[in-house]
């Protein structure tokens, strides 16, 4: 297992390099350009750029989210297969460099969704949340709420950009049925699994977060039978998972332990993280400590361990602690904190089952 922290770059994230050397346990970074628009090419030099300032750290730089999937390849329009070739060149372009393993999402329009970027937790600190009620049907409204609470940081997937054009996208999205967007996500995954071959580049779908259906979108990857429908409509061992536990364990049907154990070969990438969630169905995440929330991280990580993941794994959000402040989800102490937990289980697994 290969432990990762998400940084988003010089200027642009209040953690620093420096900093994350001092995690115990880490690594690599999980990057990305992150004022590339979906669709665009990215190029050499501006890669190259990445690898110059972690490579001091003694960094690598082996995976990358997200390389995020034009809306025209999801909505399945002719100039997807334009984006898709670029894509396909930015696969290429990162081969280069090292990378091994490529997350992304299949959700329209939205990337993830919350209701409340800093909500307050019984012990002072604050975290992401989820209040179902608070889901308005007007995404206009919804984007401009979203957007207001994020403190001027600018949240992955929410790219004022491309909100900007919200209206026309979801217009776009009109006749996109959840049996479309299947089509869709196979036809993407088809015509670039012959370069990830060649470039020995894993593709890692991020589950849709929250797990159901929102604004009248459909969302695919939401429950563990839609895994195994991912995995077998294309089954090619570069067609992989990011499992992260919080997106499926905020639905309680779900049991992520029990993914982690039936498709332990085809994660790629694992983002362990907790959250509690509500009889109402209201959800907050919470610290990475087992009985702090619902989604069972002792099993999760034990079902990891047991067989034989051997992928990269990061400890997703952490709540924003001690004053801290930073970008939603993304401060250096709960994750720093998140990080020792799952050290911490999976040291002491190597202990008392150690690998024949
Ligand atoms: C949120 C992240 C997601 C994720 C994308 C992957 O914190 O887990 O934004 O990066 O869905 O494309």
Not at 150 to 161: D, I, N, Q, V
Not at 338 to 354: A, F, K, S
Request: some cysteine.
């Amino acid at each position: 297992m290969d432990m990762t922290f998400r940084w988003y770059g010089t200027g642009n994230d209040s953690v620093t390099l420096e900093q994350i050397r001092q995690i115990p346990g880490v690594k690599g970074i999980v990057w990305a350009l992150h004022d590339k628009q979906p669709g665009e090419v990215w190029e050499k030099d501006e890669i190259q750029k990445v690898k110059d300032e972690l490579d001091p750290y003694g960094f690598h730089m082996e995976v990358v989210e997200s390389v995020n999937v034009h809306d025209d390849i999801k909505i399945g329009l002719p100039s997807r297969d334009k984006y898709i070739e670029n894509y396909i060149t930015t696969l290429k372009n990162l081969k280069e460099f090292g990378v091994k393993c490529v997350c992304y999402n299949f959700m329209p329009v939205f990337d993830w969704t919350r209701t409340d970027m800093y909500h307050p937790l019984p012990d002072g600190s604050t975290a992401l949340f989820y209040e179902k009620s608070k889901i308005i049907d007007d995404p206009m409204k919804m984007a401009e709420y979203v957007l207001d609470n994020a403190k001027g940081y600018t949240l992955p997937g929410w790219e004022p950009e491309r909100m900007a054009h919200l209206k026309e996208l979801f217009d776009q999205y009109k006749d996109v049925t959840k049996e479309k967007l299947w089509d869709n996500l196979k036809y993407f995954l088809e015509a670039i699994m012959p370069t990830c071959r060649e470039c020995d580049i894993k593709m890692a779908i991020h589950p849709d977060d929250p797990p159901w259906d929102i604004f009248g979108l459909p969302r695919l990857l939401i429950d563990e039978a839609a895994v195994d429908r991912f995995l077998k409509m294309v089954d090619d061992p570069y067609n992989c998972l990011t499992l992260c536990s919080g997106s499926f364990g905020s639905n309680k049907d779900n049991c992520v332990a029990d993914i982690v154990a039936k498709h332990c070969d085809r994660i790629a990438f694992a983002h362990v993280r907790n959250v509690k969630v509500y009889d109402n169905g209201d959800f907050s995440e919470v610290s990475h400590r087992d009985c702090d929330g619902s989604v069972g991280v002792l099993e999760i990580m034990k079902a990891y361990y047991r067989n034989g993941f051997d992928g990269y794994m990061r400890p997703d959000h952490g709540r924003h602690i001690w004053g801290e402040k930073c970008r939603p989800g993304y401060g250096l102490y709960d994750r720093a904190l998140g990080i020792m937990y799952l050290l911490g289980c999976w040291d002491m697994l190597e202990r008392l089952e150690p690998r024949k």
